[in-house]
């Protein structure tokens, strides 16, 4: 039996306010939260991302309140990612209420850290964050993405295809993909980089970056993905969650 496609709205929270940018710059406020959170909860999302993008110390205690208020509101599954350097981050954060956590800049500087939390949480908690853009300025990867850390702005040289599969192997349950390139611009998924990751990984996979119309959802689930994720275009009404499961539903994809 096939698995339901996952339509997932993702919240980027800055300093408790959720903010939308394109690429990650020019940022303008989108909103309380846990407004937002439960108004997605009413209108059918699956499962909802928060991403604490600044992740500075200072803003830490903010985030662990806005999980905290928004655990108590909605009843669908929360990954919370930003900042998340350690077992015991892990472990507030999933106190305050998250039901999986995703790991990202913490993970390339030490690999091992996937699996201490696998170990200690078990994978299905485990969601590997991978903020990739296809390489330039003379780097060269072999499937022609690179791992980026800074809200894609500082390229690591990584392979972002070798990344995904050495996360697996380290006990990842999931993987969010993000393309940099699409990032903000509604132009559409980055289809060949959903395939090349598909491809060597059976977690599953969401991918994240690009969606602007209903019809790019439905494309990024015929090359790989398991659930999609989109930010502005649900926050300022662009696109409501029901619109995109009837899209996919009508291209033959079971949905929530």
Same mark, same amino acid.
């Given at each position: ?9 993702? &919240?980027? +929270? !800055? *300093?408790? @306010? =959720?903010?939308? %940018? ?105 969601? &590997?964050? +991978? !903020? *990739?853009? @296809? =390489?330039?300025? %003379? ?118």
């Amino acid at each position: 039996m096939a698995v339901a496609v996952r339509v997932i709205p993702c &919240l980027d +929270v !800055d *300093a408790g @306010r =959720v903010v939308k %940018g394109i690429n990650f710059t020019a940022l303008r406020d989108a909103g309380d939260p846990v407004e937002l959170a439960r108004t997605y909860d009413a209108e059918g999302a699956d499962e909802l991302v928060f991403l604490d993008i600044t992740a500075s110390s200072a803003s830490r205690e903010t985030t662990y309140d806005v999980v905290r208020r928004t655990a108590e509101q909605v009843f669908i599954p929360l990954t919370v990612g930003g900042g998340v350097r350690s077992v015991d981050d892990v472990d507030r954060l999933l106190r305050a209420g998250a039901d999986k956590v995703g790991v990202n800049t913490a993970a390339i500087a030490r690999p091992e850290l996937l699996s201490e939390i696998a170990t200690r949480f078990g994978n299905q908690v485990l969601v &590997l964050s +991978v !903020d *990739a853009r @296809r =390489v330039t300025d %003379g780097t060269t990867t072999a499937s022609g993405y690179e791992v980026t850390t800074h809200g894609g702005r500082q390229g690591t040289g990584i392979d972002a295809v070798e990344w995904a599969a050495r996360g697996q192997e380290l006990g990842i349950g999931e993987i969010l993909l993000n393309s940099m390139d699409a990032d903000g611009t509604q132009n559409g998924f980055d289809l060949a980089m959903i395939e090349a990751v598909r491809a060597v990984v059976s977690v599953p996979v969401i991918a994240s970056g690009g969606a602007g119309q209903v019809e790019h959802f439905s494309p990024a689930v015929a090359v790989g993905a398991d659930a999609v994720l989109a930010a502005s275009v649900f926050h300022f009404g662009t696109l409501r969650i029901g619109a995109v499961k009837e899209s996919l539903r009508a291209n033959g994809y079971e949905v929530r």
